[in-house]
């Protein structure tokens, strides 16, 4: 019986051993499986943060340029209503002094005052605070000299100020103006200094 036991006892070994291998083969591959899919997970996971990262720079980027180009455009405008105000005051000042032609200039700086007054308005809502500080001193400059020139030009004047003084007080707002484009060319990051043009 021995040998009978023995066999049986190789067979049944044999046939554990077979299915402990099928079972561990199995446990194997299910766990290979898991890793495989946790991994997989894991990546898609990262996948998305990363897609959620590119898209939040994207936005921000965007916002940026959007800022950059509403900047840009206040800039040419408020530029432009200051230069033109600047020669309409300037124009005004001559048709005083030759006492011919005052209503049609005094219509053109009033227009052009506005003009300035409403680009202003826009810029002090969008733009950094170096930049409006130099509208501030050039919109402060232009409207005290239109100031000057309409109280002389209604005969109100007050002591001190004449038509020179309103003609002398021109070289001084160009280079306001000047300061200004600098400052707006400068956050546009067009020039690194100024430019010293009129």
């Known amino acids: 019986m021995s040998g009978n036991l023995t066999s049986l006892l190789v067979a049944a070994v044999g046939v554990v051993g077979t299915l402990g291998a099928a079972v561990l083969t199995q446990t194997r ?16 996971a990262e996948d998305r943060e990363h897609a959620e990262m590119l898209r939040q720079a994207e936005e921000v980027r965007a916002r940026q340029q959007e800022n950059l180009s509403s900047r ?3 800039y040419v ?31 053109r700086l009033e227009a052009c005052r506005a003009a300035h007054r409403a680009s202003y308005a826009e810029a002090q809502m969008i733009v950094p605070f170096a930049v409006l500080e130099s509208l501030r001193v050039a919109n402060a400059g232009l409207n005290a000299a239109y100031g000057k020139l309409k109280r002389v030009e209604r005969q109100d004047a007050e002591p001190g100020e ?28 067009i020039d690194p200094e100024p430019d010293g043009e009129e």
Request: with cysteine; net charge neutral.
């Open 29 to 44: 591959a299910d766990r290979l499986k898991r890793l495989e899919l946790e991994h997989a997970a894991a990546q898609r």
């Open 72 to 74: 840009r455009s206040c």
């Open 77 to 107: 405008s408020v530029n432009t209503a200051a230069r033109q105000y600047m020669t309409a005051l300037r124009n005004h000042l001559h048709a005083v002094r030759r006492e011919s032609e005052m209503e049609a200039s005094s219509e």
């Open 162 to 189: 004449s038509l020179q003084e309103v003609q002398d007080s021109i070289p001084g707002l160009w280079e306001c103006l000047s300061e200004m484009r600098w400052q707006m060319r400068r956050d546009l990051g």
